[in-house]
């Protein structure tokens, strides 16, 4: 069986499964390079010149083992097969972790342009970080940048240890263990952040495949948004005076600009798919600081 048969058969069977994408691979054919790539051991470049390659039975049953599990367990493919591509880069994840998926890769391969001139930027903060997936990938592809991974979840950061080592980042990349601002003691240039922003609620109707996500990764109280306006309400305390702060929130950005009516938000825009990604300068955000904290206040009363 040649690779292209081989990937043939598992798309059919896939396909005609009952499973859900969504958690970096968007689609079947998504799921089942992952697959492949992980059992020929290559990369999507080299996987791509491999089409009239001749398959040996031990990786066909390999293979199809592999998906077995995906369909059975309705586990997704970056778990079973234990790694993701993001911006380019592989990164190792396991159940401790959100898969990658984030619009973030869009606007590292920007520089954060316009809002930004990435090669002013120093000090990076990456909040929520989980795998370390995106200040990784902004430090590997900006090599004079210092990113902080903060994160609460001691398991998440063990991940992102993972990263950080395979990618080689250790001398200009800290892991910071912070329940959001708590050990955060200097300012940056640039926060990025990808925190929890689902409700209970839309966290129940989830498919099968996101209950093998952390639910701490995804939950966030106050309707999803309590973490996203904590982060909005200190994150000028800890940005330099020409400092940005970029925030996703993902599908729930109109229920963030609903519960804050007068904040003017600056919503960007994807060529690549993804939205809810808001961008704040610190003056704006010392603007409405004392509107989040209020808005805070009255949901915690
Ligand atoms: C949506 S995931 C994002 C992970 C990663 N940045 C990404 O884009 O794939 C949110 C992350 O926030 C972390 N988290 C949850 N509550 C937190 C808190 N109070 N303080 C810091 N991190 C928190 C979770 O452990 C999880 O790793």
Redesign the pocket.
Known sequence: MTLTQLFNQLLTKLSSADVHYGQGNATAEDDVILLLMAVLNVDFETLNQMADRAISASLQAQALDLMVKRIELQRPMAYIVGFSIFAGLKFHVDER??I?R?P?AELIDKGFHPHMNIQEVDQVL??????G??GLALAHYYPHTRVDL????AA?LAVAEQNRQHLGLTDRCRLIE???WQNIDQKYDLIIS???YVSADEHGDLPAEFSHE?A???VSPMNGLL?PIEILAKAANYLNSAGFLFLEVGYSDMSLQSMLPDVPFEWLEFDYGGQGICVFNRQDLIKYQPYFVAVLESHVA
């Open positions: 972790v959100l990658p984030s973030f990456d909040l929520c970080t989980g795998s997936c995106i903060a994160d609460l979840s998440a912070s329940d959001l990808n925190p929890p952390p701490m990764a995804l973490l």
